[in-house]
């Protein structure tokens, strides 16, 4: 089956850009997509597809992917944003999905 | 709105079976594939399988085939994940998310899991 490797913690200034990477080989022939989850909370979908935003997600949020990396970048990162943030993306079956480990974002 | 809201909190011993349910609102239930997803606690996301209430077709990830049964009834615009043969680390938080795909220019598709349900708390414990 396929994986998705995620950094499991990073951290970045108040105000600050900051990406977080997910690694797959499925993502070579497939879009990734990204949650956002606080604690306590289900998650929340902020970015899908090539590069689309829900609406309500803010447009700081974007998204990007070359070969087997993805990534979702904040630019001028807020204290909300502090968040665990999930990639998924499907296996390379095509009819099956996979989650990343998730990556912590400090918000310092 | 566009909601789903899934059933209580349970508590089952080892080697039970549970039923969540998840009841959608808002949209046309037959419209969108339903998918479940597990957290347990402290821990990542954890896909499990998605069923689609259109034709009933199912597709379960590896790690739960042969313990885990996805059904719908459309009547009621309901999904439910029932999950036998209970362990230990089956203790966890169930989610079921609408997701909707669509089909870029070069028939690439694009997955999102828009809509969450509140999750469900499943212990599992003698």
């Known amino acids: 089956s396929s994986e998705l490797t995620q950094d499991p913690a990073v951290s970045v200034a108040l105000g600050q850009r900051v990406r977080i990477t997910c690694q797959g080989d499925?993502?070579?022939?497939?879009?990734v997509s990204w949650y956002q989850q606080k604690p306590g909370q289900a998650p929340v979908l902020v970015i899908y597809?090539?590069?689309y935003r829900p609406s309500g997600i803010p447009d700081r949020f974007s998204g990007s992917s070359s070969g087997n990396t993805a990534s979702l970048t904040i630019t001028g990162a807020q204290a909300e944003d502090e968040a665990d943030y999930y990639c998924?993306?499907?296996?390379?079956?095509?009819?099956?999905?996979?989650f990343g480990g998730g990556t912590k974002l400090t918000v310092l | 709105q566009v909601q789903l809201v899934q059933s209580g909190a349970e508590v089952k011993k080892p080697g039970a079976s549970v039923k969540v349910s998840c009841k959608a609102s808002?949209?046309?239930?037959?419209?969108?594939?339903m998918h479940w997803v597990r957290q347990a606690p402290g821990q990542g996301l954890e896909w499990m399988g998605w069923?689609?209430?259109?034709?009933?077709?199912?597709n379960y990830a590896q790690n739960f085939q042969g313990r885990v049964t996805m059904t719908r009834d459309t009547s009621i615009s309901t999904a439910y994940m029932e999950l036998s043969r209970l362990r230990s680390d089956d203790t966890a938080v169930y989610y079921c998310?609408?997701?909707?795909?669509?089909?870029?220019?070069?028939?690439?598709?694009?997955?999102?899991?828009?809509?969450w349900g509140q999750g469900t708390m499943v212990t599992v414990s003698s």
């Open positions: 998310a609408r997701v909707g795909t669509h089909y870029d220019s070069s028939g690439s598709p694009t997955d999102a899991f828009d809509i």
């Open positions: 808002g949209y046309i239930f037959t419209g969108y594939y």
């Open positions: 069923i689609n209430p259109n034709s009933g077709g199912t």
């Open positions: 499925s993502l070579r022939s497939y879009y």
């Open positions: 597809g090539k590069n």
């Open positions: 998924n993306s499907r296996e390379s079956s095509g009819n099956s999905w996979v």
